[in-house]
Each structure stands twice: as C-alpha cells, then as structure tokens.
C-alpha cells in the first residue's frame, strides 16, 4: 500500500481523535487484496466519523468485520470500528477491537490501540464501592503501554520536526517530506499520552485504596477487627504512594491495639513515626499506651 494514502487517511484520524499515529503502510499485505466494496465501505464509515456520525459508522463497519480478512484495509477497519465504539461510549466494544490489533504486531495501528484500550477500560472503572475489575485492567493496559513504548528522546524529536519542516518549506510536494515530518511530530503526541499514562495509572491506584480502605474501615464498624486489620495491611503494602496509606496505618495500629496486640502495634507505630516524624507529638499518648501493656 502507498505510504501517501496511509499518511493522508492517518492526518483524518489525528484531527478526530487528537492521537498522532506513526505513518507507514497499514499491514503487510498487498493493497490489491482490498476489494473494491470493502474498499467503498470504508471510504462511507470514514466519513460517517468524521461527521461524528458514530452509531451510522458503527453499523457499515460490522458489515465489512469479516469481508475485510486478509485484506490490506483489515487493521483500518478495525481500528476504525474500535474508534466508533469508543466515541459512542460502547467502551467494552471498543477495548474488544482495540485487543485485536495489538495481536496483529505489523500493523501500525498497534501502539495507538494499547493505548486507547487502556483509556477504554479507564472509562469503565466505576465508582470506588464497586467492584474494581475494569479498573485494575486499565492500570495494567497503562503499565503495558508504558512497557512497550517508552518515552523517546524529546530533544532528537524537536530537532526531526524542524529539520523536516524546513525541507517542506522547500519543496512542500515530497511525500517523503511529509511521512518523516508527520513521524516527527507524532513523537510530541506519544510523550503527552506516556504522561497522560503515569498520571492515570496514579489516579487510578488512588481509586483502588480507597476501595480497599472503605472495606477496611466497613470492618471496623462491624467489630472485625482481624478483617479490618488485613485490609488496612492491604493499602498499606499494595498502595504506600497513595493518601489512604497514612489512614490506613493509624488504622492498623488502632485494631492491633483493640486486639491487645501490643508488641505488633509498636512495630506498626515506628514504621509510621518513621514515615510521619511530624506525628511524634500527636501520638505519643498511644505511644505511652503500647509501652505500658508491653511490659505487663
């Protein structure tokens, strides 16, 4: 397939999606295997996307799911379909999509499907009571992301964009101009979305220990101590770079000493003077208290 009818159909998409895909043939297979209706229905459900017209483009793109096998337009439509969904809120659907490209390693299509399948399962993380299945997946396609597509050199990519940008100035008709340029500029798009990435997986984690501390603190109130206490050492030991590790920790010290675990609640109560010296103060009544039943 020819990079410029590649690098044009991608320009489309940037503009609808605000994500910069790398230019490049669209798979390995040979342009002649996309029949003419696959071809046509395709051209019909780009439009209908960028008409914002979803729903319709959902509908002509299911239709050619399986006719598009082997065919060198079959990631685009793909990749297409899982777009629609996502911009008609279908994110499941959409994550469904996005998993088949990332099996199909050739297409160019794969590191832009990681990522919007991680912001799919992002937007299907409920609220912090329920269960957190959606949202422990989106923190693991985040963290896969990051893994296959680390952060490139932003100072070589400024360079690339100005060089390219220069030689188009020159001559503003070489395709090849405009495939290195778009790929240089594409690199600025993928240090926003590794950011956008770390900052999700962080948001994320927050959600998760206040789901395990809300649980923790449900316990308490119940009187199960034991099962408070295990909870507590769940946000303490899976989430310590989050707010509730502080709460949880006080937690821990509070059911160990209504359990007259006195030994253990000194050893919780250093490592959290350890981390908040600030609290010396405020707990050393506590302190006093753990001290004395100690030696009793």
């Given at each position: 397939m020819?990079?410029?009818?590649?690098?044009l159909?991608?320009v489309?998409?940037l503009?609808?999606?605000?994500l910069?895909?790398?230019?490049?043939?669209?798979s390995s297979?040979?342009?002649?295997?996309?029949?003419?209706?696959?071809?046509?229905?395709y051209?019909?459900?780009?439009?209908?996307y960028?008409?914002?017209?979803?729903?319709?483009?959902?509908f002509?793109?299911e239709?050619?799911?399986f006719?598009?096998?082997?065919?060198a337009?079959?990631?685009?439509?793909i990749?297409?379909?899982?777009?629609?969904?996502?911009?008609?809120?279908?994110?499941?659907?959409?994550?469904?999509?996005?998993?088949?490209?990332q099996?199909?390693?050739?297409?160019?299509?794969a590191?832009?499907?990681?990522?919007?399948?991680?912001?799919s399962y992002?937007?299907?993380?409920p609220?912090?009571?329920l269960?957190?299945q959606?949202?422990?997946?989106?923190?693991?396609?985040?963290?896969l992301?990051?893994?296959?597509?680390p952060?490139?050199?932003?100072?070589?990519?400024?360079?690339?964009?100005?060089?390219w940008?220069?030689?188009?100035?020159?001559n503003?008709?070489?395709?090849?101009?405009?495939?290195?340029y778009?790929?240089?500029i594409?690199?600025?798009?993928?240090i926003?979305?590794?950011?956008?990435?770390?900052?999700?997986?962080g948001?994320?984690?927050?959600?998760?220990?206040?789901n395990?501390?809300?649980?923790?603190?449900?316990?308490?109130?119940?009187?199960?101590?034991?099962?408070?206490?295990?909870?507590?050492?769940?946000?303490?030991s899976?989430?310590?770079?989050?707010?509730?590790n502080?709460?949880?920790?006080?937690?821990?010290?509070?059911?160990?000493?209504?359990?007259?675990?006195?030994?253990?609640?000194g050893?919780?109560?250093?490592?959290?003077?350890?981390?908040?010296?600030?609290?010396?103060?405020?707990?050393?009544?506590i302190?006093d208290k753990?001290?004395?039943?100690?030696?009793?």
């Open positions: 020819p990079g410029s009818r590649f690098f159909r991608a489309l998409m503009l609808s999606t605000g910069l895909i790398s230019t490049g043939c669209s297979k040979p342009a002649a295997t996309a029949t003419s209706p696959v071809a046509e229905g051209a019909r459900a780009l439009k209908l960028d008409k914002r017209d979803y729903q319709s483009a959902v002509g793109l239709s050619l799911l006719t598009s096998r082997a065919t337009l079959e990631d685009d439509i990749y297409l379909l899982g777009m629609s969904y996502y911009q008609s809120g279908d994110y499941l659907l959409a994550a469904d999509m996005f998993a088949r490209l099996q199909m390693t050739l297409s160019p299509f590191r832009t499907a990681q990522f919007m399948s991680a912001k992002e937007h299907l993380s609220h912090f009571e269960d957190q959606y949202t422990r997946k989106a923190i693991d396609e985040f963290a992301y990051l893994e296959l597509y952060v490139p050199d932003a100072a070589k990519s400024t360079s690339d964009a100005d060089t940008k220069e030689l188009l100035k020159i503003p008709d070489n395709i090849s101009y405009k495939q290195n778009a790929k240089a594409a690199q600025f798009s993928r926003d979305s590794l950011k956008y990435s770390e900052k999700a997986i948001t994320l984690k927050e959600k998760l220990a206040k395990t501390y809300f649980i923790a603190r449900q316990y308490v109130q119940l009187g199960k101590y034991k099962a408070a206490g295990i909870f507590f050492d769940e946000v303490i899976r989430y310590p770079d989050t707010i509730y502080k709460p949880a920790l006080e937690g821990k010290i509070d059911m160990q000493i209504k359990r007259k675990k006195w030994f253990d609640a050893i919780t109560l250093d490592q959290y003077l350890q981390l908040y010296p600030d609290k010396q103060k405020e707990m050393k009544g302190k753990i001290v004395q039943n100690s030696k009793s």
